[in-house]
């Protein structure tokens, strides 16, 4: 935990991107792995939060971070406001992290049903539990372009000029909303910026061609390397800091 002197800390929630994995056994511990995070690069460069707490856990999907988000809402101190900054994982995850042993050797499987389904109904109850505490917070994804397709979020969003479905944004508070392409690895791969619309949650080979064309800024585990992290956070800085102040 880094501590600055502004009032507000930024609690983080997520998987292996956040927590700043790297195959490299020169990062053996959570503090080392959490310092190459794009995280620890945000509050580094942001003078609106004065600690943050990475609580993102590699192999977690999406219920182990609702789980993660919920205990601490139990906990959550008002009087010291917290801005919480939530990467979702691929949808298609069965979490490797068992929350119950603290383990990473698999979780059981809690729930079966389509996968898409089960997670924006996740997304949605964290919204909601955000929403009710009066916590100010933003979303992401690390590698599933939540925005396309769908059924929960996106069903009710608006169709633009490209024929494509889009959530309503405002309520969610998604980062890069604006963008077609707005998970983070499309950050690092240079796509955000494209027009045309990529699919790739569980796609091997765009991973691996992407990582032959982009090995600075990919691992070849297809995790940010230390310049892909920083890259990450200047992407986010201005879109962090609109959702802080309101905008």
């Known amino acids: ?3 600055l002197n502004i009032h507000m800390q930024l609690v983080t929630f997520g998987a292996s991107y956040q927590f700043g994995h790297c195959p490299s056994g020169s990062y ?3 503090e080392s792995h959490h310092s190459r995070s794009y995280v620890n690069h945000l509050v580094n460069t942001i003078d609106l939060f004065d600690a943050y707490d990475n609580r993102s856990h590699s192999g977690a999907g999406c219920e182990t971070i609702l789980w993660l988000l919920n205990s601490w809402i139990e906990s959550y101190n008002a009087d010291h406001p917290a801005f919480v900054l939530i990467e979702w994982p691929p949808e298609v995850r069965h979490d490797h992290y068992d929350i119950d042993n603290d383990t990473y050797d698999g979780a059981p499987t809690r729930v079966r049903v389509h996968h898409r389904w089960r997670a924006e109904h996740i997304i949605l109850s964290a919204i909601k539990l955000l929403q009710d505490q009066h916590i100010r917070y933003c979303m992401t994804a690390s590698v599933t372009n939540y925005q396309q397709g769908g059924h929960m979020i996106t069903s009710t969003g608006r169709r ?3 024929g494509t ?8 508070n998604w980062l890069m909303s604006d963008c077609a392409n707005s998970t983070l690895f499309d950050i690092l791969t240079g796509t955000v910026d494209d027009h045309t619309l ?3 949650t569980a796609d091997q080979d765009y991973f691996e061609r992407q990582h032959q064309l982009n090995p600075h ?7 940010p390397t230390d310049q892909g992290h920083r890259v990450i956070a200047e992407r986010l800085k201005p879109y962090i800091i609109r959702c802080v102040n309101g905008l």
């Open 198 to 200: 990529h699919t790739h």
């Open 28 to 30: 053996d511990s959570v």
């Open 165 to 172: 479905w889009r959530p309503i944004t405002a309520n969610t």
């Open 217 to 223: 800024m990919i691992t070849p585990c297809y995790h």
């Open 160 to 162: 633009t000029a490209q």
């Open 1 to 3: 935990m880094r501590v």
